[in-house]
Nanobody, 125 residues
Framework: QVQVVESGGGLVQGGTSLRLSCAAS????????MGWFRQAPGKEREFVAT????????AYADPVKGRFTISRDNAKNTVYLQMNSLKHEDTAVYYC??????????????????WGQGTQVTVSS
């Protein structure tokens, strides 16, 4: 069992930056593919970004490409989501997830095994 805990959310103005962190409890953190998802009010949860076990490979949803960066520090059991040039439409609860699937990266939520409780990000326009 892996526990993941997100932090770093908050209320920010449009155009500014925010960095989310996700700490995982597992000592084998480096064996999990990690991902970030988000869910806005009245909408379904959507994929944001994923990072491979080594951190060398990343993938992003089109709405955040060029603005968000996912990274991980396996020594700290932590994955990050750097969000720049934030827009009002980025407002959502952001979730961190861990996957044991034998893929380089994972973009589908159903293929993640462990989820955090989420952290609220609100971007004022």
């Amino acid at each position: 069992q892996v526990q993941v805990v997100e932090s770093g959310g908050g209320l920010v103005q449009g155009g500014t930056s925010l960095r989310l962190s996700c700490a995982a409890s597992s000592p084998i953190f480096s064996t999990y593919v990690m991902g970030w998802f988000r869910q806005a009010p009245g909408k379904e949860r959507e994929f944001v970004a994923t990072v491979s076990r080594s951190g060398d490979n990343t993938a992003y949803a089109d709405p955040v490409k060029g603005r968000f960066t996912i990274s991980r520090d396996n020594a700290k059991n932590t994955v990050y989501l750097q969000m720049n040039s934030l827009k009002h439409e980025d407002t959502a609860v952001y979730y961190c997830a861990a996957s044991r699937k034998p893929y380089l990266m994972v973009v589908y939520g159903t293929q993640y095994d462990y989820w955090g409780q989420g952290t609220q990000v609100t971007v004022s326009s």
